[in-house]
């Protein structure tokens, strides 16, 4: 093995980071939506966001395709805004990641906000606190183990996406090419050993993560 | 300042105050009201001044509803909530201030205390819009005044019961509210404690004179505390007043079962002087029979009746009070002593079992133990006939 192209791992990396960081702002304040608001509609909600973690992965990324391409008017304002298209570029595989990942924040968010005695909440209430400040001094602390754990899994996930960032972003080498979607080029080429190290790392680094969130679950209370 | 209470809600057969804490509100009354088949309406209306007034009946009548009605945290079906003029709730007028605008102090009967924070952080919980420095002072403050400055740094899972009770108190208070809502604080806390905590209320009310409702269903907080007492009976007030009133004069067997009137017997009129204006009942309960005088009244000669005796009006003596005005005297033998916040119950066998409240003095200096042979005495005016129709 002459050399190996470290581009793939890095892409994945700096992805799945920044997915995760969007994925956790939007999948808790969804999550504790679920978990604290009733309002019409609230099961479809979740269901809806739900959806990613059991439609095809192929499925997802033609909705996204369709929704955030160059012809669509979301794509076309994104590019007029930023100056660059979401489609076929490194942002393109951030949004397919995040978009799998979604579910997991969500779910795992809402069953520890849900957790949360409303009690609490309620005397943080009683004592002056508006909404958004009872959320960050008593909700938010006390379901962070949760969210933390989501985090984590969530990373984990946006790491590990596949169909529906090659969907979206390709698998342009150098560029969009992930290390999900460089195993698959790298086992069709017949480069067995620079499958078999990114394969190894990923797999290290998923064992880790998951290891991590059921401990930080599991020891709770 | 005055708090001003008219509210209506449907309520479970519970009344959602145990429960609350393992689900959003809206939906465990909910869930209740279908399991329950037995659901009623809360419908009350009172007026608090400053001072303590005591919210008194059984779990299930609808105090903790009312409590969290005027904290904002329950919404009542139809009503009006008040402080002075500032209106908090008005169902017609479609106002509903938000909790944190509504300046009540609410020390919940979990207490509610923020467990990821330390006690002092808890206690400044609430300031934090005040400078640094203003808030600590005001904190430490607090903290002295109620006694708990030494659990300052650990957490609500670090402290006893009755330091938590401080605690939650504190919190409520550093805050200024203008009214004080109390559930049960002294349910979970063993009787030298709650002596302490209720003597620092007293001073507390002293000093500041806020409306305080206090809930509870225990008879001994309501008398040392009490101003004025508010019966609950199923969602409805069944009787208000000052507590020697409420629990002196019981009007229907439920109010006297609530109010603690611990002597309460089936019994038949045997006789009747309307000369000698009483009536001659035999009483029985499951151990024995045993004839009282009672007030003369319009019941006639072998019709059921239910009287009651206030454990306080009865007189224990170690011999037999001879000349007195006591129409009652009975020779019994005690069986069992029990003590209680600020008194003592003597059960005395004589015909049927009856409950005397005495002080701990009088316990001492009479001798009293197990198996001692007494007399008990009582005026004919102390046994009431009550209502039987609730």
Request: hydrophobic letters at 45%.
């Amino acid at each position: 093995m002459a050399e190996i192209d470290w581009f793939p791992l890095t892409l994945s990396l700096r992805v799945a980071l920044i997915a995760t960081a969007f994925v956790v702002i939007i999948g808790v304040a969804l999550g504790w939506l679920l978990a604290r608001r009733r309002f019409f509609g609230r099961e479809l909600l979740d269901a809806a966001v739900t959806l990613p973690l059991v439609l095809p992965p192929t499925v997802l990324g033609y909705y996204l395709l369709v929704l955030l391409g160059r012809r669509s008017p979301v794509g076309h304002a994104i590019e007029a805004i930023t100056g660059q298209p979401l489609v076929f570029t490194w942002r393109g595989a951030v949004v397919a990641a995040g978009i799998g990942a979604l579910p997991l924040v969500v779910k795992t968010s809402r069953t520890a906000i849900a957790a949360v005695d409303t009690n609490l909440e309620n005397a943080a209430r009683t004592l002056g606190e508006s909404e958004w400040r009872v959320f960050w001094r008593v909700t938010m602390p006390l379901a962070s183990r949760g969210i933390i754990a989501s985090a984590m899994l969530a990373f984990a996930r946006a790491l590990g996406d596949f169909g529906a960032t090659l969907m979206v972003a390709g698998n342009i080498p150098g560029r969009t090419q992930t290390a999900a979607v460089a195993i698959f080029d790298a086992a069709q080429a017949g480069r067995d050993n620079y499958a078999l190290v990114l394969v190894l790392i990923l797999s290290a680094v998923a064992l880790t993560l998951v290891y991590a969130t059921n401990k930080l679950t599991i020891d709770r209370r | 300042m005055t708090l001003s209470v008219k509210i209506k809600k449907a309520l479970g057969s519970f009344d959602g105050g145990n429960s609350q804490s393992t689900g959003p509100d809206t939906g465990s009354l909910k869930s209740q009201r279908s399991a329950h088949s037995e659901k009623f309406e809360l419908e009350v209306e009172f007026e608090v001044p400053p001072g303590f007034a005591i919210l008194f009946g059984a779990s299930g009548s609808g105090k903790t509803t009312t409590l969290k009605s005027i904290s904002g945290i329950v919404r009542p079906d139809a009503g009006c909530i008040s402080i002075d003029d500032e209106v908090l709730f008005d169902s017609g007028r479609r106002i509903d201030l938000p909790i944190r605008r509504r300046g009540v102090g609410y020390v919940f009967q979990d207490l509610a205390l923020f467990p990821h924070l330390t006690v002092q952080a808890n206690v400044e919980f609430g300031m934090s819009e005040r400078p640094h420095s203003d808030r600590r002072r005001r904190a430490e403050a607090m903290m002295d005044a109620l006694r708990i400055s030494h659990t300052a740094r650990r957490r609500p899972g670090e402290i006893s019961g009755g330091e938590a009770q401080r605690v939650a108190l504190a919190r409520a208070l550093t805050c200024k509210p203008r009214i004080l809502l109390l559930d049960e604080p002294l349910s979970a806390i063993d009787e030298a404690t709650k002596l302490g905590i209720i003597s620092d209320l007293k001073s507390l009310n002293c000093e500041l004179r806020l409306p305080i409702l206090y809930v509870t269903h225990n008879r001994e907080e309501a008398i040392s505390l009490g101003e004025r007492v508010i019966v609950y009976e199923r969602g409805r007030v069944v009787a208000r007043g000052e507590p020697i009133e409420v629990f002196g004069t019981p009007i229907t067997t439920s109010v006297a079962r609530l109010t603690g009137v611990e002597n309460i017997f089936a019994g038949l009129v045997v006789g009747k002087s309307e000369t000698g204006g009483t009536m001659t009942v035999e009483i029985s309960d499951g151990s024995g029979v045993c004839l009282v005088d009672v007030p003369f009244g319009n019941e006639a000669l072998g019709e059921h009746v239910t009287i009651a005796v206030p454990s306080g009006d009865i007189l224990l003596a170690t011999e037999e009070p001879r000349s007195t005005s006591l129409r009652n005297r009975l020779s019994g033998r005690i069986s069992a002593i029990e003590d209680k916040v600020n008194r003592t119950v003597v059960s005395v066998h004589a015909g049927v079992t009856w409950n005397a409240s005495v002080t701990r003095q009088a316990v001492k200096e009479l001798g009293l133990s197990e198996g001692k042979e007494v007399w008990l005495a009582f005026k004919t005016h102390s046994c009431y006939l009550l209502d039987q129709t609730q």
